[in-house]
């Protein structure tokens, strides 16, 4: 046998599998065990879950409601790590969010017996990774630490237990592949949950996993609620990228009588002039909406790849025969049936075309599109006079007929600044009245595809 | 303005003792802690005789001084370093300083190679040099800055004072150590497994280094006083504890082919003492954590140069590391020097080295031993009971609105997590 030969052999035997066992048995033992701490991350609290939550400071008690936490936890702009004054007290009273670090101590009370060394020959296989562990537990304000302990040690456990079953499944050859947890925000009352993939496995790998999951937690199957894409995005984390995500929702939003709201489904980001060092001013409208829709469907993990840049929509109308080669690094604006193409070319996704031949006939679609909103969830690309925008929901009465629409407006061009975009009403709520009552308008309706 | 170094009377009565009983040059090592604005010398050390120095009795041998050193820093728990090098002579200033630089900087050199921390920005760099006239009996103090090749000397105060270290504090902990490092498939020689084990313990060290330190249970902040409303002149005891965790570096995931590893596991006592001028909270940990990596990397590197002159290196064995045994030193305060004591030896053996190294004299009574048990090599493997809950699904509960969400982020320990498996063949 070579080398090679034996290797394949031994890392598929069922002595590995053993060893790879046991290794997760002591692990969860460890997890398990007093030398466990959890920290609660820019604080100086720290909890023995498994030692009588004992905590430090000493004013933490196991029947500490989880909310006083919060008090202890250094924000950017505090000096020191103590308690916040009362006077500072946090306002949130709803959903909040507070980081533990898994720690372990190597301190214990002595006398103990001096190190040895022990020194094995012996062919063998060696192998060492690092489990990336994530969990997540929601529980009431009010309810106390000792209770939050025992649901992450439950959550732990579990996920050792999920993180060898991965491990065991996807043993091939002589690469690691490493478990990855991941969270989905489920519709209520399901919430958040957990679930372990494998780093490196695409999305499109998973589609027998994600089938049982939907099955497991009775969800639709045509839309896709545990692709990569779909994870859950905490509130107090940043995007890296920089992009503003669904500004729409610190608006009010209008009452109408008998009104309802239909709005996108899920998350966009704003895309609009100026951005990525880009100078679209005056031309680019359609573009930065189309770029819109598509972070809607990366987002939504119905693709992978990421926004097009203006240079990859105009190069994708060549591909389709829309335009000639001339047309790339040139600043022509496009349409509705543009970005029909371009979704369809680049995304695969389909689009529906609304066309009116008049802005006042505008108000009397309010059926069509609640429908779109209700149904396909997706943001629209409108097109008419000179001007491209986003339609991101309307607020509708269907005894009225009265009608408003939200709008993202492309044709800002300054910094991401949520309040600014707000307050001037470059996201914002819009009558009738917006719309270039004579001009004819093209509107943009991408279809959801049917997948998980 | 020059460096200030109090001292302790007993140096004093020291250094004088050897003045009036020593013909020819005596070089030695001085002993304490520096801080920012101030120094402080416990101890001084004469560099034992070797046979070769009485016959020419005259010169002073650099590497018998540096190796001296070398060996006394392993004796030295947290808190306590070589400072610098005093020499008692009758030869002329000049001569003996350029002597002494070049003693500071080969102590320096030789001390910093075995290392396994990295130098903090706080590090006084500031080497001390003692010159002590017989004839005139006149003390000349200057320092050198080790660390820039090109420094000269510079002026230094010498005031001795009585109770120096009499109300020093001391932190300490007993830590557990579980190393597991694997060994290199072709040819497993002996310099082989020094290798790795050195490159595991600079992992490991980097672990300790950036671990979290309680003190006395709670997490201080960096700069806050130790010793703030304590009373003052009172002896301080802090006790420490260690939370580690690798979540910033990701080690790269490894599968490979080795001929075997090399484990240390068990625990080991950690002391380290503090200055009483208002030490901060990061001075002890910076100590304390700097104690424990040493005591763990000199044991192990005992161990290897033990070895070293046995024989095959083929097979598989364990080694018991020594323990440790603290001995106080003859001044009033906490501070005590320290020895490893190997399983075949007595007590009579580390009386011995604290002798000949120290030149301490200790008795039976004076070590304490309880700090450490000594090792012993059993037959049964280190299996853990693993206790796998049966947990049950729950429900999540139905809560009216999402109160907290308690997310953990976590990289579990990579020798934690390694798993080593064995062939058949």
Redesign the interface.
């Known amino acids: 046998l070579s080398?090679g030969n034996?290797?394949m052999k031994?890392?598929n035997s069922q002595?590995?599998r053993r060893?790879?066992s046991?290794?997760f048995?002591?692990?969860?033992?460890?997890v398990?065990s007093e030398?466990c701490?959890?920290?609660v991350c820019d604080s100086?609290v720290?909890i023995w879950p498994n030692k009588s939550v004992h905590a430090?400071?000493?004013e933490i008690t196991p029947n500490t409601p989880?909310?006083d936490?919060q008090q202890w936890i250094q924000t950017d702009d505090q000096e020191?790590?103590g308690k916040r004054s009362a006077k500072k007290k946090s306002k949130k009273s709803?959903?909040?969010?507070?980081?533990?670090?898994?720690?372990?101590?190597?301190?214990?009370?002595?006398?103990?017996?001096?190190?040895?060394?022990?020194?094995?020959?012996?062919?063998?296989?060696?192998?060492?990774?690092?489990?990336?562990?994530?969990?997540?537990?929601?529980?009431?304000?009010?309810?106390t630490i000792k209770y939050?302990c025992e649901r992450?040690l439950?959550a732990?456990?579990?996920q050792l237990?999920d993180m060898e079953k991965v491990t065991l499944q996807h043993m091939r050859g002589?690469?690691?592949l490493?478990p990855e947890a991941l969270?989905f925000l489920l519709p209520e009352?399901?919430?958040?949950v957990t679930v372990v993939y494998t780093e490196g496995v695409s999305d499109s790998q998973l589609e027998t996993q994600r089938k049982e999951l939907h099955q497991q937690f009775e969800l639709p199957d045509d839309r896709p609620y545990f692709r990569r894409a779909n994870a859950y995005h905490?509130p107090n984390e940043p995007y890296k990228d920089g992009y503003l995500r669904n500004p729409h929702v610190v608006l009010t939003h209008p009452t109408l009588d008998n009104g309802k709201l239909y709005l996108v489904q899920g998350i966009y980001s704003y895309h609009h002039y100026m951005q990525d060092r880009m100078d679209d001013n005056g031309w680019g409208c359609a573009y930065r909406s189309l770029q819109t829709i598509c972070s809607w469907f990366q987002q939504q993990g119905y693709v992978e790849r990421s926004v097009p840049t203006h240079k990859e929509i105009q190069q994708a109308l060549v591909d389709v025969g829309d335009k000639q080669a001339s047309f790339v690094g040139s600043r022509q604006w496009i349409g509705s049936i543009e970005v029909q193409a371009v979704l369809n070319q680049l995304l695969g996704i389909t689009s529906k075309i609304m066309f009116v031949s008049q802005g006042s006939e505008l108000a009397s679609k309010g059926r069509e599109l609640a429908n779109h909103f209700l149904t396909e969830g997706t943001p629209i690309m409108i097109g008419g006079g000179v001007l491209a925008h986003t339609i991101l929901g309307v607020t509708w009465s269907e005894t009225t007929g009265q009608i408003r629409y939200l709008i993202l407006d492309p044709h800002y061009t300054g910094a991401e600044d949520l309040q600014l975009i707000t307050d001037k009403g470059w996201c914002g709520w819009k009558g009738p009245d917006f719309w270039d009552q004579t001009a004819y308008y093209n509107l943009c309706l991408p279809q959801r595809p049917k997948v998980i | 303005m020059g460096r200030g170094y109090i001292v302790e009377d007993t140096v004093e009565r020291y250094l004088s003792k050897l003045c009036e009983q020593q013909a020819g040059p005596v070089t030695g090592l001085l002993i304490g802690q520096s801080s920012a604005q101030r120094d402080f010398v416990v101890m001084a050390i004469r560099t034992p005789q070797s046979e070769e120095s009485t016959a020419a009795g005259n010169s002073v041998d650099k590497e018998l001084v540096s190796e001296h050193a070398r060996q006394v820093s392993r004796m030295l728990p947290g808190g306590l370093s070589v400072l610098g090098v005093f020499i008692i002579t009758d030869t002329d200033a000049k001569d003996t300083l350029t002597t002494l630089r070049q003693l500071v900087f080969a102590v320096e050199n030789l001390i910093s190679s075995e290392l396994l921390w990295n130098p903090a920005d706080d590090d006084v760099t500031d080497s001390v040099t003692l010159h002590v006239n017989t004839k005139t009996r006149k003390t000349v103090c200057r320092t050198f800055d080790v660390k820039d090749p090109k420094s000269t000397a510079r002026p230094a105060d010498w005031k001795y004072q009585s109770g120096v270290c009499s109300s020093w504090a001391t932190v300490s902990c007993c830590l557990n150590v579980n190393l597991l490092v694997p060994l290199p498939h072709n040819k497993t020689s002996a310099e082989n497994m020094d290798r790795c084990l050195k490159e595991g313990l600079k992992v490991w060290a980097n672990q300790i280094e950036s671990g979290v330190c309680l003190i006395d249970g709670k997490k201080l902040p960096e700069d806050s006083e130790l010793t703030a409303g304590q009373r003052r002149n009172v002896r301080q005891m802090y006790s420490a504890q260690l939370l580690i965790t690798p979540d910033d570096q990701r080690l790269p995931d490894v599968v490979q082919l080795c001929g075997g590893s090399v484990s240390v596991r068990g625990a080991i006592h950690s002391r380290a003492f503090l200055h009483s001028n208002k030490p901060k909270a990061k001075l002890a940990e910076k100590l304390l954590k700097r104690d424990v990596v040493s005591t763990v990397a000199s044991r192990v590197q005992m161990l290897l140069e033990e070895e070293d002159q046995s024989g095959d290196k083929q097979q598989t064995e364990q080694l018991c590391l020594p323990r440790r045994v603290f001995c106080p030193v003859k001044v009033n305060g906490p501070v005590c020097v320290c020895d490893y004591q190997f399983s075949d030896e007595g007590l009579p053996e580390v009386i011995d080295r604290l002798k000949e190294m120290l030149d301490m004299d200790a008795a039976e009574e004076d070590l304490d031993t309880r700090q450490e048990m000594t090792a012993e090599v059993t037959e049964s493997s280190v299996t853990t009971e693993p206790t796998v809950e049966t947990v049950k699904a729950s429900e999540p509960k139905k809560n009216n609105y999402i109160g907290v969400a308690m997310a953990t982020a976590v990289a579990l320990l990579a020798t934690a997590a390694s798993m080593l498996y064995l062939n058949d063949i």
């Open positions: 080398t034996t290797v031994i890392l002595l590995t060893v790879i046991r290794t048995e002591s692990l969860r033992s460890q398990q030398s701490v959890l920290a100086p720290f430090t400071p000493e989880c909310e936490i020191s790590a709803s959903s909040s969010v507070i980081n533990l670090r898994l720690m372990m101590e190597l301190t214990q009370p002595g006398p103990l017996s001096a190190p040895i060394l022990s020194k094995t020959v012996q062919r063998s296989h060696f192998l060492a990774a690092t489990l990336p562990m994530d969990c997540v537990v929601c529980i009431g304000c009010s309810d939050a992450l439950e732990l456990t579990r237990c002589p690469t690691v490493v969270h009352p399901k919430g958040l905490f």
